[in-house]
């Protein structure tokens, strides 16, 4: 393997498992607060990245105005999924949100085949971001491919900042300790399950939008399987952590990337590494990487 | 009387369903039998997952993989040599399974039994999770075994599929197959192994307490919850005649999901119920995507939109009706007719034992929660384990009865060591427990409750529930394990609460349907944890008295936790003081109300030399 092409593997699996890390974010908090798992984040993503494609190629937006558009039209779609399918299950059992879950996950990727159509639509990916820059060694990048870890980790510092040095930061700490004592403390905790969704879906729209650039087409389904493996990320790095989705992200898009750069012949499994990793971990480390422990009391 | 009644009715409409099936290929067209057929196969996909999810409650996403595996698995022994040797066309099949070729009976089962193995296999990592990482955990294994499906082209023909899969599965085969999944499922559920596996839904902890072995009891009802998706699987190949990998994607689990949760978790009436109604709404709904011709005009059809509305449905179901329709009810016939009442009889046995408990040690990390414990009790006796909160004395609860292994230390039950043994083997050794926070089984019946305290002295097999018919003693145990049930809840004063359900009983009552559960395991060792709690003075008085006569009674030793000290001093024989992890004092009832340390203990040092403390006592 010669270093260009280890070069491209690494940058590519960097870039690849932030993009896992920016949507897993979604996940572990919302796990965090609510021990919900939000299946309809991945179709959140995929929401994010039409929204993109429809701003800058159907309405010939220009691509600043467009991506503050997109991600603006996902954050609230992110809320509405909460106010509609989730609050007013807050009191049931968990597992009741989560088969709502599940029904709001499958109900947007309909509706998408729906009001897009099932075809997948190419995107264009602006010249600046694909034109390769030329290191020594004939080594070759692609500047998306460094603009997607940079931002993502911009993205992330500038979200850990929120939820440690701010109030409302203070607020969703509290809540994932103890809702109800929260609440009791004169938290609306409603706003504060709002706020995390909203981040998370913005942090999703995000990521959509990158992920459509990387791969230059969207298609209603696209959510599916980043949001599934994401979510895997989250509990790899510890749910409720969100250094550690970020960890886990990158360990993830690592492992898959690397294990098919090395073993060709591996690649028609490139998706069952994801949930290989899972169980494994589930198996031997359950609260991952960074996460802590809950324990059954009586 | 109305079991006759009710066992003629049954008959009568299943050879009345059985008639309508005979004629079904003259009245109905082919659009309506395949509807037919699909209900017959959906029921058994959503009994086998109601079976795992709602009633011993594991969130299982992985049901479409199993169907994968039988659906492969048949198709791959009744395709025609030729015909395979034709369709691999990427790469040979591989010589073996060129002329493997069983009829078609014979595939089903094999295929049933091949999508248990897995299961099993499965299982035994993955049940060791709980909740929502079960169901992802699950989720992530039929992924790969699609996955795998899609790979193996030398076994499966890979993302091609299998074409021209011979169409065996008529109304015979799928409403017979749904008939004896049916049959050995009811009987099952109506087994005290049933009342088990809802026992480990509702509480896992308590159902260790009481002697069930949680992981095998599990790890049991996965493995058929599998055998069921496996032959609902080769049914449906066989229905459809092709199948790929891309078939048996989460979408297919979902719908099963779907029809448990219409039809009502862990009822399976609601499973039968569901599968009707979805399976025939979701062949309905297919005319949204056709083009619709009304006069001149042409509606063009929205593809998706099948699945818009089918996804709202279940967001709208679980949102407004949780329970779905028949929550975890069972049809019967009794609805039809007014009830009647049912009877008592005679009493239960007696025995005459120990616990040493010596130099015991727990600590979580660096926390000691327990500093070197040591005590005897002898037989017949009532003893207090008493001290301020946080002093450890659930903890030495814990420790004696299984829940905690001891740091150091020994704990002998009997003369026999039980120090790090699990719950539920203390339990068989005859200990049993009660909960500070009551932790009874909420949606089963009181009966059920005391049931499955029994269920550790059952002698018979779990299987043979399956088949009741052939290994009749299942019945006569269980009739028998309900009517000391029956006796216990009379003593207990609890008859009348009999068929409600636990989670609806007034406080007192499911203080004392915990302990007639304890006493269902025939335990000769009691554990009560804070049984005063909660309660008035004049039912705490009652108490004391009932405490009493439970020893006398059953010949029970009792150690019991209680912050009532009006109840500790008047019951107990023996006291046992715990501070902070350290057992600071002993003595008789008398002797600890004048020790100084107790005193200090509770109120803080200094706090001995006000006199007036002891009225506290």
């Known amino acids: ?68 558009i997109a991600i603006a039209a996902t954050t609230i779609c992110g809320l509405l999924v909460d106010r509609i399918a989730y609050r007013p299950l807050r009191q049931a059992p968990r597992i009741s949100a989560l088969i709502s879950a599940i029904g ?122 980043p949001g599934i493996k994401a979510f895997i990320a989250a509990v790899f790095g510890g749910i409720g952590s969100i250094p550690g989705a970020m960890i886990g992200g990158i360990i993830l898009g690592f492992v898959e990337i690397m294990s098919v750069a090395f073993f060709p012949n591996l690649s028609g499994y490139k998706d069952a590494f994801a949930f290989f990793l899972l169980i494994v971990i589930l198996l031997f480390k359950p609260t991952g990487i960074l996460g802590s422990k809950i324990e059954d009391k009586i | 009387m109305h079991k006759t009644r009710n066992l003629i009715l049954t008959v009568i409409s299943v050879i009345l369903f059985a008639l309508f099936l005979n004629k079904a ?66 790469e040979p099949i591989y010589p073996f399974m060129l002329n493997l070729n069983t009829p078609f009976i014979i595939s089903l089962i094999i295929a049933g039994i091949a999508a248990a193995f897995f299961g099993m296999l499965v299982a035994i990592p993955v049940l060791r999770l709980g909740g929502d990482y079960l169901g992802i955990a699950t989720l992530g294994f039929a992924e790969i075994i699609r996955i795998i499906i899609t790979n193996m082209t030398r076994l499966t023909n890979g993302s091609l599929g299998l074409k021209g899969i011979p169409a065996y599965t008529d109304l015979y085969m799928s409403w017979g197959c749904f008939a004896v999944i049916l049959l050995c499922t009811v009987c099952m559920l109506n087994s005290n192994f049933g009342n088990i596996l809802r026992a480990v839904r509702d509480d896992e902890v308590a159902a260790k307490m009481m002697g069930v072995n949680i992981f095998k009891v599990k790890v049991i009802a996965f493995t058929l919850g599998c055998f069921g998706a496996g032959l609902g699987g080769a049914l449906m190949g066989n229905l459809i005649t092709t199948i790929d990998p ?28 569901g599968s009707f109604l979805i399976t025939i709404m979701l062949e309905w709904l297919r005319f949204v995507e056709n083009p619709i011709t009304i006069g001149s005009f042409e509606i063009p059809g929205i593809p998706g939109m099948r699945m818009v509305i089918f996804s709202l449905l279940l967001i709208v179901v679980i949102i407004f009706r949780r329970e779905g329709i028949m929550g975890t009810r069972e049809f019967s016939w009794d609805i039809f007719f007014p009830k009647s009442k049912a009877k008592k009889s005679k009493p239960v046995q007696n025995y005459d034992h120990v616990l040493e408990v010596e130099h015991v040690k727990l600590k979580f990390g660096g926390l000691t929660a327990i500093e070197d414990l040591n005590f005897n009790i002898d037989a017949g006796q009532i003893i207090g384990l008493i001290g301020p909160n946080g002093a450890g004395k659930t903890s030495a609860f814990n420790v004696i009865s299984g829940f905690y292994k001891p740091t150091e230390g020994r704990i002998k039950f009997l003369g026999k060591q039980i120090g790090g043994l699990s719950p539920d083997q203390v339990c068989k050794a005859g200990m049993s427990r009660t909960f500070q926070n009551i932790r009874l089984f909420g949606t089963e019946t009181a009966l ?50 009999a068929n409600e359900k636990a989670s609806a009983l007034p406080y007192g009552a499911q203080r004392r349907l915990e302990i007639a559960r304890a006493l269902g395991t025939r335990p000769k060792f009691l554990l009560l944890d804070e049984p005063a709690a909660g309660m008035n003075p004049n039912e705490s008085h009652e108490l004391m008295e009932f405490i009493k006569r439970l020893r006398d009674e059953f010949k029970l030793t009792i150690l019991l936790i209680e912050h009532d000290m009006k109840v500790v001093m008047n019951v107990c024989d023996y006291i046992h003081v715990l501070d902070q992890g350290v057992h600071i004092a002993q003595g008789t009832p008398s002797e600890i109300r004048a020790n100084k340390k107790v005193i200090e203990a509770y109120l803080g040092a200094g706090a001995s030399s006000e006199n007036s403390q002891e009225a506290k006592f």
Do not use: C
């Open chain 1, 104 to 225: 709001v996950s499958f109900f947007i990727e309909n509706f998408a085949v729906v009001v897009f159509t099932g075809m997948p639509r190419p995107v264009v990916q602006p010249k600046i971001l694909m034109k390769p820059i030329i290191l020594p060694n004939k080594v070759r990048l692609i500047p998306l491919g460094i603009l997607v870890p940079v931002v993502a980790f911009i993205l992330v510092a500038a979200l850990l900042w929120l939820l440690y040095k701010t109030k409302p930061g203070l607020a969703m700490r509290a809540i994932s300790f103890d809702i109800e004592t929260t609440r009791m403390l004169g938290v609306d905790v409603n706003k504060i399950i709002a706020l995390a969704f909203g981040l998370g879906s913005a942090l999703a729209a995000v990521a959509g939008i990158l992920w459509a650039l990387r791969y230059p087409r969207v298609e209603p389904f696209m959510g599916m399987t």
């Open chain 2, 25 to 90: 290929p003259e009245i109905l067209n082919g659009y309506w039998l395949r509807i037919f057929n699909l209900i017959a196969i959906n029921a058994i996909l959503a009994l086998s997952l109601n079976l795992i999810y709602g009633i011993t409650g594991m969130f299982s996403l992985g049901h479409a993989g199993f169907m994968a595996i039988g659906a492969y698995v048949s198709a791959l022994l009744i395709l025609p040599p030729a015909q395979k040797a034709a369709m691999w066309i990427l």
């Open chain 2, 448 to 497: 059920q409750n005391v049931t499955v305290g029994s269920w550790v002295r059952q002698k018979n097999s779990w299987w043979m529930s399956l088949l009741p018919f052939i290994f009749t003693d299942v019945l006569r145990e269980d009739s028998e394990m309900k009517t000391q049930a029956m006796n216990l809840l009379e003593q207990l004063g609890l008859s009348e609460y």
């Open chain 1, 1 to 68: 393997m010669t270093l260009n092409i280890f070069v491209q593997h690494f940058v590519n699996a960097l870039s690849l498992g932030s993009l896992y890390g920016l949507i897993s974010i979604g996940y572990t908090m919302v796990y965090g607060i609510l021990r919900l798992i939000n299946f309809a984040h991945g179709d959140i993503f995929m929401l994010g990245a039409y929204f993109v494609f429809f701003a800058t190629i159907v309405y010939k937006l220009n691509w600043i105005l467009g991506v503050i």
């Open chain 2, 246 to 273: 891309k078939m048996f994607m989460i979408t297919q689990t979902y719908n099963i999901l779907m029809i448990i949760v219409v039809g009502g978790l862990g009822s399976v009436t609601g499973s039968i119920i």
